[in-house]
């Protein structure tokens, strides 16, 4: 299957600043350092030192070269995008006789580039970059003017001061980037969970690291399931409290709409977006740059755990992050595929789909995350290299769910617009949108005993006991002490999209 080739460009601050222009080429980065950088101005040939290839891994690597290595400085990832060779099928060869012509399609770098060899200088190729004369050209524009990643946002300073990433030129390329942030924060104390225990229906609450006013916390929110106790408010943030390490990675970095019941699962509930004014100053928010005048402008960030008790003590009792970063709220970072049963689809139906869903990811060789919803259906998150709109990952969800939906024609509508779907379920490849979100993987959902989004294996859909609302805020605790988190491998975010019919 044909793959779109990948580039990077990262300014890169070793003994001289320069910018690294790197191009995928038979499963390499080929790669040239450009001491002035890039430009889009066609009036100006910049100089760029052909250097020793660099593996795959290292294409979005953002973070510090420790001293005294190879290239010892700090890196932040400044383009990235497709790149297309123009006017050959054999770019390995072009590179060999010394001129390539190519398209770029990154964050900044737009149009038709050349690269020509120009020369030797000691053990190093002398080549020259330009940008030709075309509707992307501008002149006089200066890569120094544009001094962020286009990945965290940060300044090559900001990284340095506080990197993500330590990058070992001598380690084997899978294991050479290193992370240099603890990765699960630490759960709440059992003296902390016993001191919510001891409050009366409301209080001050310290957990996580914050103080946090707790309220009406006797309240039931969720009707109990047969032969159950209900739930109470108090329950919902305790369990707020307990999953939030597990959660903080797949709600930090994005904005969370809030879906609010506060007066509990059976009532009506509304979605809530806006940070209300009387939310604590601690709490991290983000100033949507893109939000017209009338919509929400500021939302949450759960970037610490405390922030989803928080929420939950707001009454948000289903979590819903959106699958792209603030960083780039346009790029989404994972393609979704939600499994909708209809009035009419038995459970049995569902894992049919589900099961043509795991075949269609295997044969295309993608990992792909399957989750129960806590309700009826399944939802199947696909993570990505930030790349592709959201227009392009809802073109490439439909593509796939229709040649799904193909194989099972009873089972499945693709009228739900227009009259109805007659009870059939729906692939609904329309949530691939910008601020469009599917609920989050361990939210609450608002049904009887507090069912939870759960994260399933693959093989999982083959267990006879597997149902959409199995967990609960009760018990999925104990499943994760169990079988830890299936969906980790959803948060790195390495793929690219093959090409469907
Ligand atoms: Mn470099």
Redesign the pocket.
Known sequence: MAQDLVFAV?R?R?TAR?Y?FRLELDGALVSW?VPKGPTLDPGVRRLAMR?PDHPMEYLHFEGVIPEGDY?GGDVIVWDTGVWVPVGTDDPAKALRDGELHLDLHGERLHGRFVLVRTGQERDLERWMLLHKHDEHAVEGWEAEDHPRSVLSGRTNDEVKADPDYLWRSDAPADEAQVGLKPATPDPPTEDELAALDALGTSGRWEVLGRTLKVTNLDKVLFPGREGEEPLTKRDLIRYAAQIAPVSLPYLAGRALNLHRYPDGADKKGFWHKEVPDHAPDWLPRWDNPDADPGETRTYLVVDEPAALVWAANFGALEWHPWTSPTAAPDRPSYVMFDIDPGGRTSWEETLVLARLHRSAFEAMDLRAYPKVTGRRGIQVWVPIRRGPDFAQTRRWAEKVSRSIGAVVPELVSWTWEVKGRGGLARLDYTQNAVNKTLVAPYSPRPAPGAPVSTPITWDELDDPDLRPDRWTVRTVLDRLADVGDPFRGVLHLDQKLPRVR
Do not use: K
Request: no cysteine; glycine share 12%.
């Open positions: 990262q890169h070793a320069h690294d350092a250097v290239g």
